[in-house]
């Protein structure tokens, strides 16, 4: 069961562009360090719908008034938040990066399904769309330099999984648990329409030449 949101918290922000793995990192939190993970946008009172949570046995609302929560004393108790917002603060993160063609194609197609905006793909690849684009996001986080900052790449993530974990595991310094984690091809079978795929190279075949040449132009 998932504890009460505390009354003091310090954010640890689990940061990416959409469609970078941000979901299956929150599974392997739950699943394998037992941590409870909150999204700003799954947030009491809201109604529009989050797809990622129907992924995670575990999908708490964040408390309408969770801002007012927010606190930078050591004693405050740590809160992990899924965010694709730009930082707004100094507070500890872990940022995943995915190649950015493959982030783009991916969060098109999450518009198609998901999405009452239906930008086209020339308009995500340029950021005419909600959270930007790609490359303004990642340089926007600065995941490199940026102080108390884990950088995970996507692809490590979905294929070395088990490589990444001790990364985790000193950056939360916390010991794993020892349970199984579901493999990527089960999420995407248990859960198709969100989980579209692994390491994608799907727009070298369907992407123009024009867009290809735009991607690399702006990014």
């Known amino acids: ?11 640890l922000w689990l940061a990416s562009y959409p469609r970078s793995g ?7 939190l739950e699943k394998l360090f037992g941590v409870s993970t909150y999204s700003l946008y799954r947030v009491e009172g809201q109604e529009f719908r989050d797809p990622s949570a129907e992924a995670l046995e575990q999908a708490p609302f964040l408390p309408a008034e969770w801002r007012n929560r927010l ?11 899924k965010t694709h917002d730009l930082p707004g603060d100094d507070a500890p993160a872990i940022y995943i990066a995915r190649e950015g063609c493959a982030a783009v194609d991916s969060y098109f197609h999450y518009h198609r399904k998901f999405s ?34 884990l950088l995970i790449r996507y692809e ?21 648990a020892g349970n199984r984690l579901p493999s990527f091809d089960e999420l995407k079978n248990d859960f198709p329409a969100f989980f579209r795929r692994g390491p994608n190279q799907d727009f070298l075949t369907t992407w123009s030449q024009a867009q290809l040449a735009l991607f690399k132009e702006l990014h």
């Open 71 to 81: 606190s930078s004393s050591a004693d405050a108790e740590l809160a992990v938040i």
């Open 1 to 11: 069961m998932t504890a009460p949101f505390p009354a003091h918290v310090r954010p």
């Open 116 to 149: 009452f905006e239906q930008p086209s793909l020339t308009d995500v690849i340029v950021g005419a769309c909600e959270f930007g684009s790609w490359s303004s996001h990642y340089f926007g986080w600065h995941p490199r330099t940026r102080p108390n900052t």
């Open 22 to 28: 941000n979901t299956f990192l929150r599974i392997i």
């Open 156 to 176: 490590d993530l979905v294929t070395r999984t088990e490589e990444i974990i001790p990364c985790l595991s000193r950056f939360l310094d916390r010991d794993p």
